[in-house]
């Protein structure tokens, strides 16, 4: 059964740009979690979404948005980038809400702004 | 709020047993999790504890008490392998995701 896959692995952008990144959930799980994680806070949670609806939002602001498809498969963006915002971007997939939530952690997008 | 601590570094020798604490003031309480991340690598799924008591796995342990909003994990027989990170993760109630710790650096040495 294939893992979590996010794309791209890793990235440079410059403070202004939008950024898009993206996640493809392991096979049957329709929830799918973002977090950020950075040296200093850790992983801190961004949102969280379920069959197509954002379920849960950390406490970031407007600029980092996010969406799930159909397929289950998820994006993230992040508008007008800031130097801040350089860290790594980690997918988390768990069948459901409810059970116990183990979740399923990609591989994370490094994402570095110049 | 939610706040979940634990130590930041801990140093051991290969072959010890080491004890990774965590504390957690949540607004709820339907689980924690422990995961061990590597360097570079995603976090993966060590243990889970929703009841009080200790929950064993091979070479690794961990324990849960609620009314003290404690955790710890256990690693016995460390082995250079165990060198990562080790994240304490609480889920607050039945539908939400997982609010993590800052991690705790293990460093196993000779």
């Known amino acids: 059964k294939a893992g979590v896959t996010q794309t791209p692995r890793y990235l440079i952008k410059t403070r202004g740009q939008q950024v898009t990144l993206s996640c493809s959930p392991i096979?049957?799980?329709?929830?799918v979690s973002w977090y950020q994680q950075t040296p200093g806070q850790g992983l801190q949670f961004l949102f969280e979404?379920?069959?197509?609806?954002?379920?849960n939002k950390g406490n970031f602001p407007g600029r980092f948005s996010g969406r799930q498809f159909s397929n289950s498969r998820s994006e993230m963006n992040v508008s007008t980038l800031e130097l801040g915002d350089s860290a790594l971007y980690l997918c988390?997939?768990?069948?459901?809400?409810?059970?116990?939530?183990?979740?399923?952690f990609g591989e994370g997008s490094r994402l570095t702004v110049l | 709020g939610q706040n979940i601590d634990q130590p930041t570094e801990m140093t051991a020798t290969e072959g010890a047993i080491v004890q990774i604490n965590c504390t957690y003031q949540?607004?709820?309480?339907?689980?924690l999790f422990w995961y061990q991340q590597h360097a570079g690598e995603a976090p993966t799924f060590l243990s889970y504890?929703?009841?009080?008591g200790l929950e064993e796995k091979g070479r690794f342990s961990s324990f849960l008490s609620r009314s003290k909003g404690y955790s710890y994990l256990l690693l016995k027989e460390l082995q250079m392998k165990d060198s990562a990170s080790y994240l304490c993760?609480?889920?607050?109630?039945?539908?939400?995701?997982?609010?993590f710790g800052k991690g705790t650096m293990l460093l196993v040495s000779p």
């Open positions: 988390a997939s768990r069948p459901g809400q409810g059970a116990s939530g183990e979740l399923f």
């Open positions: 096979s049957g799980h329709r929830s």
């Open positions: 979404y379920f069959s197509e609806t954002q379920r």
């Open positions: 949540t607004s709820g309480f339907n689980g």
């Open positions: 504890n929703v009841l009080d």
């Open positions: 993760a609480v889920k607050d109630s039945g539908y939400s995701t997982l609010t």
